[in-house]
């Protein structure tokens, strides 16, 4: 059951550093698109400072993993399938993973030594203001853009690395529910086995769609197709095999995970639209067609 908390706890942390990537890819799309005005500095509605100088630290629980490891001899043959998925889930994804949050976190480390040593940052930081150098700094410096580009990799990697293990640790959740039976912890609505919770919804978002704004995007050409069985959503992209959707915050039904590093998001306008976040590259809007 304590391995069950802690899975729990990793995917609530998962979601949290979601909503921050999303902050940070937002920002970073206003950056490259020239969205950012003086103003919008001046005033604090918009902190460049975030994408080039800030990292999203996060660490995973494995007490309870940590716990059985001690006493394997004595675990019957009945766990053994547990112990293979806890096994990938902490010893391979979960070691990947903190190896990308350290190099996030060195690299952020990094940038703000390069800070530290522009003119206008003593006086800034030492009078609590925004100066005219400061803002064209981050509005106009290549290397500003420079610096926001690789910590904005260093965010997608991150995020991979997080869904491929949030992926494992439901594994893991499942099989344990599966063993324990009445006696698992009861399932918290972040927790689900299909993609969606309703068969008729699945089947309205299944259809063809079509890139109609954004980059193009290598991984899904101009067009990909969302298909259902039952509750589970499907996304079948250049003749690949078709790829089931995680969902990636159930409470809202809108965001989903699609090979590791794309997050993908319904409109909450219309279901015939979906928003995708992919990599360092702009946002791509896709039409149900």
């Known amino acids: 059951m304590e391995i069950q908390s802690d899975i729990v706890r990793d995917i609530l942390l998962g979601m949290r550093y979601t909503i921050r990537y999303l902050q940070r ?17 001046k005033s604090g509605r918009i902190n460049p400072y975030r994408a080039a100088f800030r990292y999203d630290a996060i660490y995973i629980r494995s007490n309870g993993f940590d716990k059985l490891i001690l006493s394997i001899d004595n675990v019957p043959k009945k766990y053994n399938e547990l112990i293979n998925s806890l096994n990938v889930q902490y010893k391979t994804r979960g070691v990947y993973f903190e ?73 893991s959740y499942f099989i344990i529910e599966d063993l324990l039976g009445n006696e698992a912890l009861e399932t918290p609505g972040i927790i689900m086995r299909t993609t969606l919770t309703d068969a008729d919804q699945a089947k309205r978002l299944s259809g063809r769609y079509r890139l109609v704004t954004g980059p193009p995007n290598t991984e899904y050409g101009k067009e990909f197709e969302m298909t259902s069985e039952g509750k589970q959503l499907y996304i079948k992209r250049n003749n690949e095999d078709a790829q089931l959707l995680y969902p990636w915050a159930p409470k809202k039904m809108e965001f989903f995970v699609s090979g590791g590093r794309s997050l993908i998001m319904f409109s909450s306008e219309s279901s015939d639209k979906i928003t995708i976040v992919h990599g360092t590259s702009d946002n791509t809007i896709w039409e149900k067609y």
């Open 25 to 41: 890819d937002s920002l970073k799309n206003q950056l490259f698109n020239n969205k950012v005005t003086p103003d919008d500095i």
């Open 99 to 171: 190896n990308l949050s350290n190099r996030f976190i060195e690299d952020c480390f990094k940038n703000q030594t390069i800070r530290n040593h522009l003119d206008w940052y003593p006086q800034d930081e030492f009078s609590g203001i925004i100066s005219d150098q400061q803002i064209d700094y981050y509005l106009n410096d290549p290397e500003f853009k420079e610096l926001a580009i690789g910590m904005s990799y260093d965010a997608t990697s991150l995020f991979g690395a997080i869904t491929s293990y949030w992926g494992m640790a439901l594994n």
